[in-house]
């Protein structure tokens, strides 16, 4: 059951009243409202689910706000800081608290404040969230913002990957030698070097057996002296 600390008042009075309190130039973001509409005097949350819902919302904007952003060299006191990080409170609010009847949740009235009954909640806050921004004149802040985001997110993929992909080339190296090391012998076709040819005239080393002619006509050499020798 939604609980919330504002009891009949409605919530577009309870924004005007931040407003005029804090002396804010623009209505204050929809994280710090739902904080104003459900806490109760000691400050604690009323409902459990607006608690995880704002808590969730500015722990992802000031990670987002970290380490290399726009905001990050002596600006947050700034005017366009402050619409900055308004911004993208209520971007992520509207994005992190849509509800299965496409309302925002814990906003209250607020939401409805300059909505259309032919366009959904959630797409007519955020249009409405980027004409202010354009009228803020902070539209090149807010992208460097985005950038800075995508870079550091598709920096901290690249890490993550980083040990399975060396595992993964490890895997195919493994794979090549193994199957490399289970080829047969057999198959492999060793250096065999080609006989030197022999000098002209050079004769042929003693265990070479002589040609066949040579052998033949030997003999009937032997034969032929024989027969003049009475042999």
């Not at 608690?51 to 904007?61: H, K, S």
């Not at 970290?66 to 060299?73: A, E, K, N």
């Not at 009847?101 to 032919?118: D, E």
């Amino acid at each position: 059951m939604h609980k919330h600390g504002a009891g009949p008042r409605c919530f577009l009075n309870i924004e005007y009243n931040m407003m005029v309190d804090e002396g804010l130039d623009e209505p204050p973001s929809y994280t710090a409202l739902a904080r104003k509409t459900h806490t109760g005097k000691d400050g604690s949350f009323l409902d459990e689910r607006t608690e995880e819902l704002v808590l969730e919302v500015e722990e992802a904007v000031e990670e987002m706000l970290q380490d290399g952003s726009p905001l990050g060299d002596g600006q947050t006191d700034s005017t366009a800081a402050s619409n900055v990080k308004r911004y993208l409170l209520n971007q992520e609010y509207i994005k992190r608290g849509k509800t299965k009847k496409g309302t925002i949740y814990g906003l209250g009235s607020v939401q409805y404040k300059n909505s259309s009954a032919s366009v959904l909640i959630h797409v007519s806050l955020k249009r409405n969230l980027d004409v202010d921004m354009r009228m803020s004149g902070f539209e090149t802040t807010i992208s460097e913002v985005k950038e800075d985001i995508a870079g550091r997110s598709m920096l901290s993929r690249l890490k993550s990957r980083g040990m399975s992909a060396s595992q993964a080339t490890l895997n195919i190296i493994l794979q090549t030698v193994q199957s490399q090391a289970s080829t047969p012998a057999s198959t492999a076709q060793p250096f065999q070097p080609q006989p030197q040819s022999q000098p002209q005239g050079q004769p042929q080393a003693p265990s070479t057996p002589p040609p066949q002619h040579l052998s033949t006509n030997t003999h009937s050499d032997l034969d032929r002296w024989c027969q003049e020798l009475g042999m």
